[in-house]
C-alpha cells in the first residue's frame, strides 16, 4: 500500500487516525501495531512472516544477551549469541536480496552451472532488518536494556509510516517514545501538514518528472542526443529527491500524528559543495546507521589515515550493495566513496578539499559528480550507464530519432525549474511545524497545504502513473 495511494488516503488512514485517538491511552499502541500488520499485509501477506520471524529472533536474543554476564566464562557464550543472530538477519537479507546476485557471480566464475532461483523481495526488508540490527547493538552495548515485551519491539520494527522506506530508526532514539508520548492537537495538525507537503512532493512533482525519466531511460543510449540525455539525468536527480524526500516527509508527518518524532532524513542535499556534504544531508538516517554500527566501530578516523580511507571506502561499497543487488549500485557506491577519499586527501594536502582557485566552483563539482552517480544508480545494467555516460558528456556519438520536445513537455520544464528552486531550501516555510507559530503563518499554512492535498488527489486520479522508487530497496 502506498501513502500516494487513494485506498491510503481515503479509507486506512482516516481510519486508523479515530480509532488511535478515541481509544484509551493502553491500546493506542496495539491499535498502531494491528495497523501496521495490516498496511504490510495488504500487498504482500507471505512476506509479514519474514518480518515475524526476524522480530521474534531478535527479540528472544535481545532477552538472552541481557541476562548474560559479559566477562568470563560467559563471554564466549554471549558473543556466540550475538554473532549468530546478527548472521541469522543477514542471512534472510541475503537469501530475498542478494541470493540470486551472488548466483550470477559463481556462474561467471564457473563454480556453479544453473542460476539460483529469483525471489520476490519483500517489502521494506533492507529497512527493518537493519532496525533490528540496531536494536541488538544497542542491547549488546546495554545502551537500552533488552525489551521484555514482544508486542512493543514489533511495532518499533513494523510501524507502519516507517516501515517500507524508512527513516531507518535506531532503537535508543525511539523507545522512550513506545511508552510515552505526548499528543497535542497543535502536534498533530504539524504532522499532517508535513503529510500533505510530502505527499505534495511525491505527487505533483516526482511523479511528473518520472514519466519524461522512464522514457528516456527505455531508449538505448545511442537514440538519445546529448541534450536529452541530460535532460534524462537532472530529472531523475529531482525525482528521486522528491519521491524519498517526499516519503520521509510523509513518514515524519505520521509519526508526529500519532506523538513520535522521527530525525530528518534530508536536509537539501543539493546544495551541498563537497560530496562529504552531500553525505551529511542526503538519506541521514542511512548514513547515521553506517557510522554508528559499522564506521565507528571499524575505528573511524582514529586508526590513522590510511585506516580512515579504507573504513570510507568500505562503508561506500556496503552503502551502495544495501541499496541493490546489482553492480550498478555498487558501483555507484564506490563512485561516491573514491570521490570522498579524493576530497580527504587533498584537503590533508592542502588544508583544504579545493584548491583556493577552485573554490567558486565546488557547486557545480558535487552536482555534475552527482548527476553521474544518479545516471549509474538508475541504469539497468553497468554497460547501458557506460553508453549513456558516453553520449552524455559527448564521448559517444549517437544518432537520435527524436527531438528534446519529444520527450518532455513545457509543463514539465516548469514542473523541474520549480522543483530546482524547491531544492534549494527557499521554499522550506511553506508547511508551518512549529506549534508555537503565529495564528496567521498557520491559517496561511494550512491554506497552502490543503491546496497541495487538493491537487494531490486530482493528479492521483487523472494519472494511473504513481511508482515509489525506493519500494524496491
Same mark, same amino acid.
Given at each position: 500500500?502506498?501513502?500516494?495511494?487513494?485506498?491510503? =488516503?481515503?479509507?486506512?488512514?482516516?481510519?486508523?487516525?479515530?480509532?488511535?485517538?478515541?481509544?484509551?491511552?493502553?491500546?493506542?499502541?496495539?491499535?498502531?501495531?494491528?495497523?501496521?500488520?495490516?498496511?504490510? &499485509? /495488504?500487498?504482500?501477506?507471505?512476506?509479514?512472516?519474514?518480518?515475524?520471524?526476524?522480530?521474534? @529472533?531478535?527479540?528472544?536474543?535481545?532477552?538472552?544477551?541481557?541476562?548474560?554476564?559479559? $566477562?568470563?566464562?560467559?563471554?564466549?557464550?554471549?558473543?556466540?549469541?550475538? +554473532?549468530?543472530?546478527?548472521?541469522?538477519?543477514?542471512? @534472510?537479507?541475503?537469501?530475498?536480496?542478494?541470493?540470486? /546476485?551472488? #548466483?550470477?557471480?559463481?556462474?561467471?566464475?564457473?563454480? %556453479?552451472?544453473?542460476?539460483?532461483?529469483?525471489?520476490?523481495?519483500?517489502?521494506? %526488508?533492507?529497512?527493518?532488518?537493519?532496525?533490528?540490527?540496531?536494536?541488538?547493538?544497542?542491547?549488546?552495548?546495554?545502551? @537500552?536494556?533488552?525489551?521484555?515485551?514482544?508486542?512493543?519491539?514489533? =511495532?518499533?520494527?513494523?510501524?507502519?509510516?516507517? =516501515?517500507?522506506?524508512?527513516?531507518?530508526?535506531?532503537?535508543?532514539?525511539?523507545?522512550?517514545?513506545?511508552?510515552?508520548?505526548?499528543?497535542?492537537?497543535?502536534?498533530?495538525?504539524?504532522?499532517?501538514?508535513?503529510?500533505?507537503?510530502?505527499?505534495?512532493?511525491?505527487?505533483?512533482?516526482?511523479?511528473?518528472?518520472?514519466? &519524461?525519466?522512464?522514457?528516456?531511460?527505455? *531508449?538505448?543510449?545511442?537514440?538519445?542526443?546529448?541534450?536529452?540525455?541530460?535532460?534524462?539525468?537532472?530529472?531523475?536527480?529531482?525525482? *528521486?529527491?522528491?519521491?524519498?524526500?517526499?516519503?520521509s516527509d510523509m513518514a515524519i508527518g505520521l509519526g508526529r500524528l500519532f506523538g513520535f518524532r522521527f530525525k530528518?532524513?534530508?536536509?537539501?542535499?543539493?546544495?551541498?559543495?563537497?560530496?562529504?556534504?552531500?553525505?551529511?544531508?542526503?538519506?541521514?538516517?542511512?548514513?547515521?546507521?553506517?557510522?554508528?554500527?559499522?564506521?565507528?566501530?571499524? #575505528? #573511524?578516523?582514529?586508526?590513522?589515515?590510511?585506516?580512515?580511507?579504507?573504513?570510507?571506502?568500505?562503508? /561506500?561499497?556496503?552503502?551502495?550493495?544495501?541499496?541493490?543487488?546489482?553492480?550498478?549500485?555498487?558501483?555507484?557506491?564506490?563512485?561516491?566513496?573514491?570521490?570522498?577519499?579524493?576530497?580527504?586527501?587533498?584537503?590533508?594536502?592542502?588544508?583544504?578539499?579545493?584548491?583556493? !582557485?577552485?573554490?567558486?566552483?565546488?557547486?557545480?563539482?558535487?552536482?555534475?559528480?552527482?548527476?553521474?552517480g544518479w545516471v549509474i544508480f538508475r541504469a539497468d545494467s553497468l554497460s547501458y550507464a557506460h553508453s549513456y555516460?558516453?553520449?552524455?558528456?559527448?564521448?559517444?556519438?549517437?544518432?537520435?530519432?527524436? $527531438?528534446? !520536445?519529444?520527450? @518532455?513537455?513545457? !509543463?514539465?520544464?516548469?514542473?523541474?525549474?520549480?522543483?530546482?528552486? #524547491?531544492?534549494?531550501?527557499?521554499?522550506?516555510?511553506?508547511a508551518v511545524t512549529d506549534p508555537e507559530a503565529s495564528a496567521m503563518q498557520i491559517t496561511l499554512s494550512n *491554506?497552502?497545504?490543503?491546496?497541495?492535498?487538493?491537487?494531490? /488527489?486530482?493528479?492521483?486520479?487523472?494519472?494511473?502513473?504513481?511508482?515509489? +522508487?525506493?519500494?524496491?530497496?
Amino acid at each position: 500500500m502506498l501513502f500516494s495511494s487513494i485506498v491510503f =488516503l481515503s479509507f486506512f488512514l482516516p481510519v486508523v487516525t479515530v480509532l488511535y485517538f478515541i481509544a484509551r491511552q493502553e491500546f493506542r499502541n496495539t491499535i498502531l501495531l494491528i495497523a501496521s500488520l495490516v498496511f504490510y &499485509t /495488504f500487498g504482500e501477506p507471505i512476506y509479514v512472516l519474514a518480518l515475524l520471524g526476524v522480530t521474534g @529472533v531478535t527479540w528472544l536474543a535481545a532477552l538472552v544477551l541481557n541476562a548474560l554476564p559479559r $566477562g568470563g566464562v560467559f563471554s564466549a557464550l554471549f558473543y556466540g549469541v550475538l +554473532i549468530t543472530t546478527v548472521s541469522g538477519i543477514l542471512g @534472510v537479507l541475503f537469501y530475498f536480496k542478494y541470493r540470486y /546476485f551472488a #548466483g550470477d557471480i559463481l556462474i561467471r566464475a564457473g563454480w %556453479i552451472d544453473e542460476p539460483f532461483a529469483k525471489t520476490i523481495l519483500p517489502l521494506g %526488508i533492507s529497512f527493518y532488518t537493519f532496525q533490528s540490527l540496531s536494536y541488538l547493538a544497542d542491547v549488546a552495548a546495554k545502551t @537500552v536494556p533488552a525489551e521484555k515485551n514482544p508486542l512493543r519491539l514489533l =511495532l518499533y520494527i513494523s510501524f507502519f509510516p516507517q =516501515l517500507v522506506a524508512g527513516p531507518i530508526l535506531k532503537y535508543h532514539d525511539i523507545a522512550p517514545q513506545l511508552t510515552n508520548r505526548v499528543h497535542t492537537l497543535a502536534n498533530a495538525a504539524a504532522g499532517l501538514r508535513r503529510f500533505m507537503i510530502g505527499l505534495g512532493k511525491k505527487v505533483l512533482i516526482a511523479n511528473t518528472l518520472g514519466e &519524461t525519466v522512464d522514457k528516456i531511460f527505455a *531508449l538505448p543510449a545511442d537514440e538519445l542526443s546529448v541534450a536529452v540525455c541530460w535532460i534524462g539525468a537532472a530529472f531523475y536527480t529531482l525525482q *528521486l529527491y522528491y519521491d524519498f524526500s517526499g516519503y520521509s516527509d510523509m513518514a515524519i508527518g505520521l509519526g508526529r500524528l500519532f506523538g513520535f518524532r522521527f530525525k530528518e532524513n534530508f536536509n537539501y542535499p543539493y546544495v551541498a559543495r563537497s560530496l562529504t556534504d552531500f553525505w551529511r544531508r542526503w538519506h541521514m538516517s542511512l548514513s547515521g546507521w553506517f557510522k554508528e554500527y559499522v564506521y565507528i566501530p571499524l #575505528g #573511524g578516523n582514529k586508526r590513522g589515515f590510511i585506516r580512515t580511507l579504507f573504513n570510507l571506502g568500505l562503508v /561506500f561499497f556496503l552503502t551502495g550493495l544495501w541499496h541493490g543487488a546489482d553492480w550498478t549500485f555498487i558501483v555507484w557506491g564506490l563512485w561516491h566513496g573514491g570521490l570522498i577519499i579524493a576530497e580527504k586527501i587533498l584537503k590533508k594536502i592542502n588544508d583544504s578539499a579545493f584548491p583556493r !582557485f577552485l573554490t567558486p566552483f565546488k557547486h557545480v563539482y558535487l552536482i555534475i559528480a552527482v548527476l553521474i552517480g544518479w545516471v549509474i544508480f538508475r541504469a539497468d545494467s553497468l554497460s547501458y550507464a557506460h553508453s549513456y555516460l558516453g553520449v552524455m558528456l559527448g564521448l559517444n556519438t549517437s544518432t537520435p530519432d527524436y $527531438g528534446l !520536445f519529444y520527450y @518532455v513537455s513545457e !509543463f514539465q520544464l516548469i514542473v523541474f525549474a520549480l522543483a530546482a528552486l #524547491g531544492a534549494t531550501g527557499i521554499l522550506k516555510k511553506a508547511a508551518v511545524t512549529d506549534p508555537e507559530a503565529s495564528a496567521m503563518q498557520i491559517t496561511l499554512s494550512n *491554506l497552502w497545504c490543503f491546496t497541495v492535498l487538493a491537487a494531490s /488527489f486530482l493528479f492521483l486520479v487523472a494519472s494511473s502513473f504513481n511508482p515509489f +522508487i525506493y519500494f524496491r530497496f
